[in-house]
């Protein structure tokens, strides 16, 4: 089997090394001349944790990246209001990883690179894509201006935000909202530790609400605030250094910290009308969008990709038919309209929204959390733990012989909410 996919970002890059270990060849179609490296995605939750391993790949992520510790809501004086006490240690094996996007993507590569399956081919923009009954084919537009056919059994949108592959399949129809916000993701170094902050933290306000988590081994943070989404790009970087000021504990002005860099992006929550057309799927952000809060997003293009690796698999292998990809896109669309979806906005709406003075009669998850803290017997937290796989699905059940039952470690374990509250996926500016 062949399988072209469209993008190289992270999502392309794992299903590429999922297939690769399969034996399964890979081309890979990117327009840009190499690794987007913007700092978008940080976290990632127990869910994707567990691909990155099947994709052989977890060890150079960990060693690069780490486990944090607690991650807290906080009234804007900093004041605890609620958490999840985790440290690195209780997080487990599968634990939620940080390790900032443009490092992954590197990780990533470099493994793809030393697969003799996979060929990563840099300035191959795709225009058009296309199919019958003998295979895919993406249509790519060369630096010339010329264009050439790559044609392979099947073709992977995993093209981004933008989409190509989704545009051509169904136009500009991609169904759900776009916030009336704006946020700012900001990269800074500022002893956030030195004010009581914990690795992970979310301030609830309605208008400075911010997520503040540290990203890297040297001390750098992601601080990411809304903001007003009529200004410009040159009135966001304007209004930077007093939005500090007035949010960030200690009050910082410019020189007492270090910014490398500030990215504002519009927030959505979309998803495509369907993530198969005959022999061309989609995934990741190419199939649905959802705002930072929470995590839930290249978590949840990681955990697409995961599952779409098994039912290439299975058709390579002849356990399987060509069926199989209907149940991709039926199951993770349901994941996503189920679990990440309402999961995502709602961390969305509880940093923005609720009320920091009355948290735990407006917020049911704030309430949970404190319930969970006072809980001795420790079985909420259990149960807490393990609802973290409610975002996943098991395609191998779907072949055929397959075992009635299974494992827990490989049955139908999904994830959701562990990641409530660290950033997660943003929009990646897409022009919809
Ligand atoms: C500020 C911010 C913070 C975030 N934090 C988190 C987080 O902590 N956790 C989390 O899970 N998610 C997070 N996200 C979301 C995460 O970054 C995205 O979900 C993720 O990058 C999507 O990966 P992808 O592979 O689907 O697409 P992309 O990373 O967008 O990669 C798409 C690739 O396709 C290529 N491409 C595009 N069009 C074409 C074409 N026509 N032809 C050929 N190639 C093409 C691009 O060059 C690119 O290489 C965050 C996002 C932002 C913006």
């Not at 776009?178 to 309605?206: C, E, K, R, S």
């Not at 069926?323 to 896109?329: P, T, V």
Request: net charge negative.
């Amino acid at each position: 089997m062949h399988v072209v996919i469209v993008g190289t970002g992270p999502s392309g890059l794992i299903l590429a090394l999922l297939l690769s270990r399969a034996n399964i060849r890979v081309t890979l179609l990117d327009g840009a001349s190499t690794l987007d490296d913007r700092p978008r995605a940080a976290h990632y939750a127990p869910s994707a944790i567990r691909v990155l391993r099947d994709a052989g790949v977890l060890d150079d992520v960990r060693s690069k990246g780490f486990i944090p510790g607690a991650m807290m809501w906080r009234k804007i004086d900093g004041s605890p209001i609620a958490g999840l006490k985790d440290t690195p240690e209780s997080r487990g094996e599968d634990g939620l990883t940080v390790l900032p996007l443009n490092m992954l993507g590197k990780v990533l590569l470099s493994h793809a690179e030393r697969e003799g399956n996979i060929s990563v081919k840099w300035e191959h923009k795709v225009v058009d894509v296309g199919q019958d009954e003998g295979g895919a084919w993406a249509v790519v537009e060369m630096r010339d201006g010329s264009e050439v056919r790559v044609t392979g059994d099947y073709l992977v949108g995993c093209d981004g935000a933008n989409s190509r592959v989704r545009k051509a399949l169904f136009g500009d129809v991609f169904e759900g909202k776009t916030w009336d916000a704006q946020i700012v993701a900001t990269n800074v170094y500022y002893p956030l530790h030195d004010f009581g902050f914990t690795d992970i933290n979310n301030i609830i306000h309605h208008e400075d609400y911010y997520m503040a988590a540290i990203i890297s081994k040297d001390g750098m943070w992601r601080v990411s605030y809304g903001e007003d989404p009529k200004l410009s790009y040159e009135e966001v970087l304007a209004n930077q250094p007093a939005k500090y000021e007035r949010m960030l504990p200690g009050n910082p002005k410019p020189g007492d910290y270090k910014l490398t860099n500030v990215g504002p992006y519009r927030i959505h929550q979309r998803c495509a009308e369907s993530f198969r057309v005959g022999k061309i799927t989609l995934a990741a952000d190419a199939a649905h969008l959802v705002n930072p809060f929470g995590g839930m997003g290249l978590t949840g293009g990681i955990v697409d990709v995961g599952g779409l690796a098994e039912c290439l698999i299975g058709i390579e292998k002849g356990v399987a038919d060509e069926d199989i990809l209907d149940k991709y896109s039926e199951k993770r669309m349901e994941k996503w309209r189920e679990y990440i979806n309402p999961i995502s906005s709602d961390n969305f709406l509880r940093v923005s929204a609720t009320d920091p003075e009355d948290p735990f009669t407006t917020d049911e998850f704030l309430k949970f959390c404190r319930e969970m803290e006072e809980d001795g017997t420790g079985k909420m937290k259990r149960d807490f733990d393990a609802s973290v796989y409610d975002i996943c699905h098991d395609f191998t059940q779907y072949y055929r012989d397959a075992p009635v039952s299974k494992t827990p470690a490989t049955a139908v374990m999904n994830g959701t909410t562990a990641v409530n509250g660290v950033e997660g996926h943003a929009s990646n500016g897409i022009k919809v």
